[in-house]
């Protein structure tokens, strides 16, 4: 029988030219920043991709609900994923304050009713999210900006709108 060497898992999945891989890096930098800001997660799991070459030439970063099948598969209840190309410019403060922001998205909510945790989404007008920038400042994501803006040639107006 043939070589099926294309069914041989490699530990990277290839989507639409984009490449995903799991970033112990983040992982690692992602449970100091937990410990530090006593970031309450419940049970939840968290899973951390690097997209290469990036997510978008506009977002550097996304949180989001695994779906039932990734969560079968994983055992993450959340996947954060940030743009390789974007993550392997950055310093590790920034590295920090770009997962800090990320995790705020985390939001693991118990239902007395039914006894069971509900993962949910929380979206970026929180209180929380306010506190990041009241003791931080916004100096890291300026420099998310423009470390993406210059990676992909953007103009002014282009780079105002990267997100994270």
């Known amino acids: ?76 209840d959340y996947l954060i994923e940030v743009s390789g190309d974007l993550w392997d410019m950055l310093d590790t403060d920034t590295k920090k304050m770009l997962l800090y922001h990320e995790l705020l998205h985390v939001d693991p909510v118990f239902k007395a009713k039914n006894q069971e945790w509900q993962m949910r989404i929380r979206r970026p007008d929180f209180a929380d999210y306010y506190e990041i920038n009241d003791t931080f400042g916004n100096t890291w994501y300026k420099t998310i900006q423009a470390t993406v803006s210059s990676l992909h040639d953007l103009d002014p107006k282009q780079e105002s709108k990267v997100t994270v």
């Open 1 to 76: 029988m043939p070589e099926q060497s294309h069914l041989d898992p490699t530990g990277e999945i290839k989507l639409s030219g984009k490449e995903l891989m799991e970033s112990p890096e983040m992982q690692k930098i992602a449970e100091d920043v937990i410990k530090t800001h006593k970031i309450e997660l419940g049970p939840a799991q968290v899973g951390y991709l690097l997209v290469y070459p990036n997510i978008s030439k506009q977002r550097a970063a996304k949180c989001m609900k695994a779906t039932r099948e990734v969560k079968h598969y994983s055992g993450n």
